[in-house]
């Protein structure tokens, strides 16, 4: 009788070993083996990944390093949802370089409680170093190099007027101006590059009494300081 309890006692063992519970709450990404397989007390079965947050490693170049953090604030955009923003903290930045491309490797981790982010897309980042509250900008197109002299060109009664300028706080679409140009003059956008001081503007679709020298000016498109 003994025995009989002893054997049941070890069937009983081996059947919840059969019952294989995962250390951590996730999603099943891969499966590998299939049911009825014979595996060995090593071999991997599935991964198991926890996709509540994610992290996405990027590259930043030597001359940005000095100006992130641990801590800081990041933007995240991805392909499968074009427009749309994703915002995280960057956790870890590398303490070395890579010598090859002078890059630096820095970690950041976004919450991800709708899965909606899944390992593997492709995205690009975008770190928030600094915030100017009500700062006074221009569209970027607008500031030019004229002689080694960033400035704008402002509509001065319909001719062109270079001001030069400081610049504060830049990207693809605004450029802060910390002096050289007050809130609500008129400055040119496109073809500010194509002007000199002193060219008639006139704005694009419309005539003008003033003929540009040698077309200079005619077409300009404008934008207000603000």
Known sequence: EFRRVLFRSELKINLENTTIASPVNGFVARRLVDPGAFVGPNAP???VVDITRVRMVANIVEKDLRQVGVGDSARVEVDAFPGE???????????????????APIEIEIPNGDYRLKPGMYARVG????????ALVVPTNAVVDVGG????????????QFRPVKTGIENNERTEILDGV??????????????RNGDPVVLAGRGGRNGGRG???AGNGQGQAG
Do not use: C, K, W
């Not at 956008?189 to 002007?195: K, P």
């Open 182 to 195: 007050s809130e609500g003059e008129v400055v040119v956008t496109t073809g500010a590059s194509a002007l």
């Open 127 to 134: 770190v928030v170093i600094e915030q100017h509250a009500n």
């Open 45 to 47: 079965i599935v991964d």
């Open 149 to 160: 002299t960033r400035g704008v060109y402002v509509n001065a009664n319909g001719v062109a």
């Open 215 to 217: 077309g200079r000016g």
């Open 85 to 103: 923003n994703f915002m995280g903290r960057i956790a870890r930045v590398s303490p070395s370089l890579d010598p090859a491309t002078r890059t």
